[in-house]
């Protein structure tokens, strides 16, 4: 995404710098413009709405990227219109600007989750009721070697343990 938006910004200098195109719609594409931005732009509303009202961090990221989508398609619509009623200029204005949010929004949910993404060893704490948990899983258990575990993605991942060996842990009752 960063990479999209320095791409965006460098074409929207290069269209303020020159002395080219002039911003211009007809009535048909300003209604259908219009139309569309508003009628998508409402139904991620809703679905922003919607989302927040669950608990599962999943769907709250859903509702975290219907949001983005709303500012965007807000600041969208209103430089084009600007652009095509007051100056041009606005509509590549406009672009730096989305293309700015867009950097700065991503790159602070990569901020957030990067913990998540790298596979961070667990705390201490968590480590101990892991091992608990294992221990207590079954009564085969006789020794535990090693307790790991990483994040992977919102979760935690692997651990090892040891049994009677003439046993194995899914045959017994």
């Known amino acids: ?3 999209l938006g320095l791409q965006i910004i460098l074409e929207s200098v290069r269209s303020l710098v020159s002395d080219g195109d002039e911003f211009s719609l007809t009535s048909d594409q300003e209604k259908w413009l219009v139309d569309i931005m508003l009628s998508v732009t409402l139904v991620k ?8 009202s669950f608990t599962n ?3 709250k990221a859903y509702a975290q ?8 398609n807000v600041i969208g619509l209103v430089a084009a219109l ?3 009623y007051i100056e041009g200029w606005i509509d590549p204005l406009g672009a730096i600007v989305l293309a700015i949010y867009t950097i700065r929004t991503w790159s602070m949910t990569v901020l957030e989750n990067v913990h998540s993404l790298v596979g961070q060893s667990a705390s201490p704490e968590y480590l101990q009721k892991l091992t608990y948990l294992c221990w207590n899983h079954h009564k085969a258990v006789r020794h535990i070697d090693t307790v790991r575990a990483y994040t992977f993605g919102s979760h935690y991942l692997d651990y090892e343990f040891t049994h009677r060996p003439e ?3 899914s045959h017994e009752k």
């Open 1 to 3: 995404m960063a990479t």
């Open 45 to 52: 509303l809703a679905l922003v709405i919607y989302c927040r």
């Open 57 to 59: 961090e999943i769907v």
């Open 65 to 72: 990227d219907h949001f983005f989508d709303v500012i965007t």
């Open 82 to 84: 600007l652009a095509n």
């Open 167 to 169: 046993h194995a842990l």
